[in-house]
């Protein structure tokens, strides 16, 4: 074949793809009539409830760098004991007796409706009696610690 005919024959290929590639591009662009079709109704299925399906990576192979296995990590459970509400007593401070020092002192202590004459460190159902003064008393039952007021 001659020069000529190799460039006729390549010229004609080149222009058979051109076109397709125009064609395409073309009917890409113009609107379509089978678009314009009337739309069948649709129906719709009711969904299904999928679960995922869960995993959970157990990894418990030695460190390559460290040359160790890993530690276990277990979740402890807090146990919740439900402990009954501590009641408050009606402790009541009425005044106290004493000598010029405080070190003999007596002190009126009245606890739920029952008077008693307590001195420091002495204990009456159930109460305690740590300090007290001529305005007040501390008192302990319980775990808890209270400081109570004298009456007038």
């Known amino acids: ?6 460039t006729y024959v390549l010229l004609a290929v080149v222009l058979v793809i051109w076109g397709l590639i125009g064609v395409k591009v073309v009917g890409a662009l113009s609107p379509d009539m089978e678009a314009e079709k009337l739309e069948q109704p649709t129906v719709e299925l009711p969904k299904q409830n999928i679960k995922k399906d869960t995993f959970q990576l157990i990894a ?65 159902n159930g109460v305690k009696l740590l300090s007290g003064n001529n305005t007040s008393i501390r008192v302990r039952y319980d775990g808890i610690s209270e400081t109570v007021q004298l009456v007038q």
Not at 1 to 6: F, G
């Open 1 to 6: 074949m001659s020069k000529q005919a190799k």
């Open 60 to 124: 418990n192979y030695r460190d390559p760098f460290l040359g160790t296995f890993p530690k276990s990590q277990t979740k402890k459970k807090k146990t919740v004991s439900k402990q009954p509400p501590k009641v408050k007593k009606n402790i009541v401070y009425s005044g106290s007796v004493s000598a010029t020092d405080n070190s003999g002192a007596l002190f009126f202590v009245t606890i739920d409706g029952q008077q008693f004459v307590m001195s420091k460190r002495q204990e009456e």
